[in-house]
């Protein structure tokens, strides 16, 4: 009998494993998806803006997560467009769901986007110590149980609702992305492990709407669901300083763009066989890229010190490093391990990063109402899609009104307006005095411009509506 | 609008091929014929602006101006799935002389590797392209006069009339071979004498086109597969070819007669010898017109002139002045006026007398001295420079069978309108799947810049660099690619070919 009973021994070493092993999230007893929807249910909220422009005005609404106890909530980039000035996004609110009311309805303020990192974050104004979700870099791994909270349209009370799938591949590419098999929450929803611990959100999916005001979004998120979401460790960044409001942050810029992935026959012919590399496709000029004796065609291989990512295929090569650049600092000291031709030895060079130069979002803005189109001063994109010298000046146009009389002359989105009757145009600010004046001194005489446009100037002349 | 490129094959029949117009209009004519004859009171009457149609009319031209049509079988040299091809397509034309050159279209037999002529007679003969002229969509092919003398057939041709005669109103006949129905002959009025597309830039696949005239708008009826043949008047000379229409539309465009004229006259001079066209297309340049370029675009000054403080119909605006070319090079700037060219008033206040404009400095001397005296501001000045040959934006193309793709002369205008930094090196128009440059990831408009690090400067480079590779054979060739702003490489991976023999 006793050959046949386990030892004494025996029977402690699971329950001693079990004391001695550290904890992980895997060991523990999974939770019920009612509990994990009660745990984190309350955080999920409906953020909404006023899109106020030329166009005229437009309620987005988009899904927010609480983060903080001070009520920060998280957004995804794309719902707080960079594209769009931050005077044109007003009266911010945050809608939170009631079981059987109406949401509450609390004011909120933009923090700011952190490009870096992808997201963007708003902060509510009264009502704080509100339920919240805290982000950490947890395991995401192929077989895991994944949950998704999402928020339903402003038709079902902005409630949460729970899904549940299973990470099926892990993806790199320049944003690193899980790929689920059964259906996420919709886009920025939260994603969740078997412990109600946050692993990520659901990112901007091929279909589907960024906004749940899309008037043609309705509840079709709920037939073709997301299948992807981006791991916490892409963005955990972003909860180390959040953005300040009217502060724009200080991106990195080195001057190297269209950075490609060296094929493998390429890889073959510079005796790179096995190694990840890029090719730089142009270095702007005037950069600290292009100051430190960096050219086009030179190859990569290494940065820091360090391989390059590989990604999942050599597309992925260039835009990786590329983001593993962005997320550096202003004023810090970056090598390139470099092959400047076939049979050369590799060459290090340093790059002190510079700032990046203002985008189209921050530029100065006029609305020529009476004619119907807006302009904005020029930006560094303005000049280098020109292929302009970097000192060029002049406006670029970026809306017309349907109908006007700005339209009925031809002028379009994205034409350099270079002269008006005759003066050259520079500024925002001072074609808005140029312009006044001549349409006050003026009222029925058409105005006369001259634009950019693909390479070549078009003289358009607006008549004012007689 | 497209041009009425003939597809027969691919068109349903119309199920009334005869307009009911015609009928009316005869009747109407008969009846005005029959009143005229009955009143013996009535005051003399002046000459008719234009010949009428008549049945009597009718009869004459079309039995006159017959013999003098062909439908062309045409197989067009053109270059798809990275290899030159053939595109075989059905078209009209008007025999012009006793040499039996025939006058169609660009988009007809234009690049023409292969052509049979149908004549009136409906015999067939061979014939071979002398010239051709994109930018007015003109092309000329000879007949076969030997084949023409073996086979005793006759042919006659179509006297040459005046389009800068003709009225608004007045029947005109086009004859052609509209879906492949040959010897079709449709009735209808002149509408208008100078319609102008402006601004719109038209293209025949890629080949610029139509802007060095305006075009006689007709509501004859006309086809695809009418293109390239005759409109003519009710006196039977010929006053235009049969180009372009809105189809089913009555709205129909023809190139008039005089501008065609030129351009006949221009290829027919500067084509070679007929016996030396029979070598390969590639290694002649057929004949062609040759035009001067300032690198101006141009703009009626209608409403602008008090803006400008200029006469009314006094120059042409200045729209937009092409980088490198040679108004830029003098200083020219957009919204100078253009008053004069050595001395030579220039004016355009309407969109209609564009054309008119751009004709007459295509006419200037190539790479001869230019003085332009034009208005800037208050001041007006002179200034000098030296034209330049015009060049389509399409360069000379060839194929690479082995490497699986056809690539293009980067020319001065692609580099222009393509924001290129220059004009070096060849741009790839089409791939073959499979092949290795398919493989490698190469693209339509990636533009070539190197070759096994050899610099492309163009086509006649990049072929010696690919005959190199070829003669070397090469397994691996290493490509400099510029695409949009950003330089990338490939290699083409080739198959070991096995070297020829040397033993006999």
């Known amino acids: 009998m006793q050959r046949n009973a386990p030892s004494i021994t025996a029977r402690l070493i699971p329950l001693l494993a079990a004391i001695l092993l550290p904890s992980t999230a895997g060991a523990q007893t999974a939770l019920t998806p009612a509990q994990i929807y009660a745990k984190v249910a309350p955080a999920m909220v409906a953020v909404q803006f006023t899109w106020d422009s030329e166009r005229g005005r437009q309620d ?67 009502n704080k110590n509100r339920p919240f979700v805290t982000f950490t870099d947890l395991p995401t791994d192929v077989g895991q149980t994944v949950y998704s909270v999402g928020v339903l349209p402003k038709s079902g009370g902005y409630r949460p609702y729970l899904t549940t799938a299973m990470i099926s591949a892990r993806l790199a590419g320049e944003t690193p992305t899980r790929l689920v098999a059964g259906p996420l929450g919709n886009f920025g929803a939260i994603v969740l492990n078997d412990q109600a611990q946050p692993i990520g959100y659901v990112n901007a999916q091929a279909e589907g709407s960024v906004f749940l005001s899309d008037p043609r979004g309705g509840l079709t998120f709920l037939n073709s669901p997301p299948k992807f979401f981006v791991p916490t460790y892409d963005f955990i960044g972003a909860f180390k300083t959040y953005p300040k409001p009217g502060e724009a942050t200080k991106l990195p810029w080195s001057g190297i763009t269209r950075l490609s992935g060296l094929s493998k026959d390429v890889a073959e012919v510079f005796g790179l066989t096995g190694t990840v590399a890029a090719e730089i496709g142009e270095v702007i000029p005037g950069t600290a890229a292009e100051k430190a004796g960096l050219r086009k065609g030179m190859i990569i291989t290494q940065f820091m010190g360090k391989p390059l990512d590989g990604g999942d295929e050599p597309d992925d ?92 002359a031809k002028l379009a989105p994205n034409d350099m307006i270079t002269e008006m009757n005759g003066q050259p145009v520079t500024t925002a600010e001072t074609f808005k005095t140029a312009y006044e004046a001549a349409r006050k001194a003026k009222p029925k005489e058409a105005v006369v411009i001259q634009v950019l446009r693909e390479g070549a100037t078009e003289v358009i002349r607006i008549e004012p509506p007689q | 609008m497209h041009p009425t490129n003939p597809a027969v094959s691919r068109v349903r029949l119309p199920t009334h091929p005869t307009p009911p117009r015609f009928s009316t209009l005869l009747r109407t004519c ?89 004549l009136f007679s409906k015999e067939r003969v061979k014939a ?64 208008n004498t100078d319609r102008t597309f402006y601004p719109e830039k038209q293209t025949i696949d890629e080949y610029e086109t139509g802007q060095f005239s305006n075009w006689i708008q007709m509501d004859t009826p006309i086809a695809p597969g009418n293109s390239g043949g005759p409109l003519v008047d009710l006196s039977g000379k010929l006053v235009g070819i049969n180009t372009r229409g ?64 200029v006469d009314v119909n006094t120059g042409v605006l200045i729209n937009s002045v092409d980088r490198k070319g040679p108004a ?75 490497w699986g793709l056809s690539v293009r002369d980067v020319t001065r205008a692609y580099a222009v309108q393509g924001q290129l930094d220059d004009d070096l090196g060849v741009v790839v128009t089409t791939l073959t799947n499979g092949f290795p440059a398919a493989k490698a990831e190469i693209k339509p408009e990636d533009v070539i810049r190197s070759v096994n690090q050899q610099p492309v400067e163009d086509l006649q480079a990049f072929m010696a660099l690919y005959q190199k590779a070829h003669d070397a054979h090469d397994t691996a060739v290493l490509l400099e690619i510029q695409r949009g702003r950003g330089l990338v490489r490939a290699v083409l991976r080739l198959t070991a070919t096995t070297k020829p023999s040397t033993k006999p």
Not at chain 1, 383 to 403: H, M, N, P, S
Not at chain 2, 267 to 274: F, G, M, V
């Open chain 1, 60 to 126: 987005l609404v988009g899904i927010g997560i609480v983060c903080d106890a001070a009520g920060t909530i998280l957004l995804p980039l794309v719902m707080a467009n960079p594209g769009l000035p931050d005077d044109q996004m007003k009266d911010w609110k945050v809608y939170i769901p009631r079981e059987g009311k109406d949401p509450d309805e609390v004011p909120a303020t933009f923090l700011g986007r952190d490009e870096r990192n992808g997201v963007a974050f708003v902060r509510t104004t009264e």
């Open chain 1, 317 to 408: 090569i260039g835009p990786t490093l590329s983001r593993a650049i962005s997320r550096l600092n202003v004023g810090e000291d970056v090598n390139f391990t470099v092959i400047t031709a076939k049979g050369e030895a590799p060459k290090t060079f340093t790059v002190k990063l510079d700032e990046r130069p203002p985008t189209p979002s921050t530029a100065k803005r006029f609305f020529a109402d009476d004619l119907g189109f807006s302009v904005r001063d020029s930006v560094f994109v303005d000049t280098y899609r020109r292929k302009l010298a970097a000192d060029a000046k002049g406006l670029v146009v970026v809306f017309i009104r349907e109908q006007s009389a700005a339209a009925a």
């Open chain 2, 30 to 118: 008969s009846l005005v014929a029959i009143l005229t004859a009955g009143c013996h009171h009535a005051p003399p009457r002046p000459p008719p602006p234009f010949p009428d149609a008549s049945p009597a009319n009718i009869v004459a031209v079309t039995g006159s101006i017959f013999p003098a049509v062909v439908r062309l079988d045409v197989a067009q040299e053109i270059y798809a799935d990275g290899k030159r091809t053939l595109r075989r397509e059905i078209g009209s034309g008007v025999i012009i002389d006793q040499q039996g050159h025939v006058l169609t279209n660009y988009h007809v037999a234009g690049r023409a590797a292969e052509i049979y002529v149908t």
């Open chain 2, 128 to 191: 071979k392209l002398v010239g051709d002229d994109h930018w007015t969509d003109l092309a000329i092919v000879q007949l076969d006069l030997d084949e023409i003398a073996q086979k005793h057939i006759t042919f006659s041709h179509a006297p040459l009339g005046d389009s800068d005669s003709l009225k608004v109103g007045q029947p005109v006949m086009a004859i052609g071979t509209p879906f492949g129905l040959a010897r079709t002959t449709t009735l209808g009025v002149v509408s």
């Open chain 2, 246 to 309: 809105f189809p089913g539309q009555a709205l129909n465009f023809a190139i008039p007669i005089n501008l065609a004229k030129d351009v006949a006259a221009e290829i027919i001079r500067t084509a070679p010898a007929y016996a030396a066209t029979t070598q390969s297309s590639a290694t002649i340049t057929p004949g062609h017109v040759t035009r001067a370029d300032l690198g101006v675009d141009l703009m009626p000054l209608q409403d602008l002139e008090s803006f400008y403080e």
């Open chain 2, 328 to 402: 830029e090079k003098a200083g020219l700037k957009p919204q100078d006026i253009l008053l004069a060219l050595n001395g030579q008033p220039v004016n355009a206040r309407f969109p209609e007398e564009i054309a008119p404009v751009r004709r007459t400095i295509s006419r200037l001397p190539v790479d001869q001295n230019v003085a332009l005296l034009v208005r800037r501001g208050k001041q007006t000045l002179t200034f000098n420079t030296k034209t330049e040959k015009l060049e389509g934006a399409v360069g000379e193309e060839r194929e690479l069978k082995d």
